[in-house]
């Protein structure tokens, strides 16, 4: 493959249609081949904007803004990095022409839980919980009823999980309405879910283009709220259910197409495996591959976007802890501890800011056997302050 400069003629451009921590990693390794980076956000100053070429902040859920801006810049790839994005300016933006990532279809089948459920459930067959769909509180109490306690009750769209929570009981119900309502994003449909009492779960990230498809090794993770708090790789599990998941994995990145790293997220019950959800792009779980792999989940993105070969090598166990802020501040500081920085750990700060109680602001990584770099990577973000 041929590469450019960026701001020149000829350039590679890739625009970020989100600029979050993980838009700013993969903007960092595109400009590691000489890539042109258009970092765009609903915010200024988003972290992807601070490694960028150029950066807007927009409302990306307005057509015609996402639009015009497109047109402005005519990037080489349109890569949409979070859920809350005008659909209809990617779907007309591909008829223009525009190469979006994976693919205007595919982003519209994952960007919204039903979509995405009813594809893997209905059109590919594949074994997930029972669900159903409601947009009252009277059919969420209903649809409770049908499914049992406890269920899982999420807005169909939100981002990093906010807004789902567990009713344990009916008394549960009515605070779960309120929990989504709050979420970021359209809660004007909620998806309501049987209980799947799973030993574990798992992100496989799978990547795949013309070249073909590699799947990362299984990362297990801890999540509280909805967003991930932990997560390590490898994530120990049978060659029969692991076996499952990459086939299940295979056949829903295949049936979505295109080019990119997805996060696909299952529950692992004995040798049982459940589809639960899909992310057509980097995963918040996969910042552990920062320091297990030698091409990170950003990397392999990147290489897939260019339609590069996706091999890497796996050097190790590790494990990855999210530092959250404690404070409200419009100049953020993150405090680390020096002991942090060493042959085998490191801390990432996103530089996000504006900091909010709960906020993820940095993460820790730690290479080593799993259980002692959890313990680690817990210890570090333990001793993290802010301010």
């Not at 059109?123 to 049992?148: H, I, P």
């Not at 779960?201 to 990362?219: D, M, Q, S, Y």
């Amino acid at each position: 493959m041929q590469f450019s400069a960026p701001l020149q003629q000829n350039s590679i451009k890739i625009m970020l249609l989100g600029s979050g921590e993980l838009g700013k990693e993969v903007a960092i390794e595109a400009q590691r081949l000489g890539l042109e980076v258009v970092a765009v956000d609903k915010y200024e100053n988003a972290p992807a904007h601070l490694v960028a070429n150029r950066s807007y902040a927009i409302n990306m859920q307005d057509k015609d803004a996402v639009l015009a801006l497109i047109e402005k810049e005519k990037p080489t790839y349109i890569l949409p990095e979070v859920e809350a994005i005008s659909i209809a300016a990617l779907f007309e933006a591909e008829k223009r022409g525009f190469h979006v990532i994976p693919n205007a279809e595919a982003v519209n089948k994952t960007m919204n839980r039903k979509n995405i459920r009813k594809f893997a459930a209905e059109d590919l067959g594949l074994k997930t919980s029972e669900y159903e769909f409601v947009t009252t509180l009277e059919g969420l109490k209903e649809a409770g009823q049908r499914l049992g306690f406890p269920c899982v009750i999420k807005p169909v769209m939100s981002s990093s999980g906010h807004g789902q929570s567990i009713a344990r009981s009916a008394d549960d119900i009515e605070r779960s309405w309120e929990i989504a309502k709050e979420a970021r994003g359209d809660a004007s449909e909620l998806i309501v879910e049987e209980f799947i009492p799973f030993d574990y779960e798992i992100t496989l990230l799978t990547a795949r283009n013309e070249t073909g498809t590699v799947f990362c090794e299984p990362i297990g993770h801890v999540q509280k709220d909805g967003d991930y708090i932990l997560s390590w790789q490898p994530k120990a599990m049978s060659s029969e259910s692991l076996k499952k998941a990459q086939d299940i994995a295979k056949a829903v990145t295949d049936g979505l197409g295109g080019r990119g790293i997805f996060g696909v997220e299952f529950f692992v019950k004995g040798e049982e495996v459940y589809f639960s959800e899909l992310s057509p792009r980097p995963h918040d779980t996969g910042m552990v591959t920062l320091i297990t792999q030698s091409q990170s989940e950003f990397a392999l993105h990147v290489r897939a976007v260019l339609g590069l070969p996706l091999d890497f090598t796996f050097y190790g166990a590790g494990a990855s802890a999210a530092y959250k802020a404690a404070n409200e501040s419009h100049d953020p500081i993150v405090e680390v501890p020096n002991s942090a920085f060493t042959a085998n750990s490191f801390v990432r700060v996103f530089g996000k800011p504006e900091s909010h109680k709960g906020r993820r602001m940095a993460v820790a990584l730690v290479l080593d056997e799993v259980e002692s770099a959890k313990e680690k990577a817990l210890a570090i973000v333990g001793e993290m302050k802010d301010r």
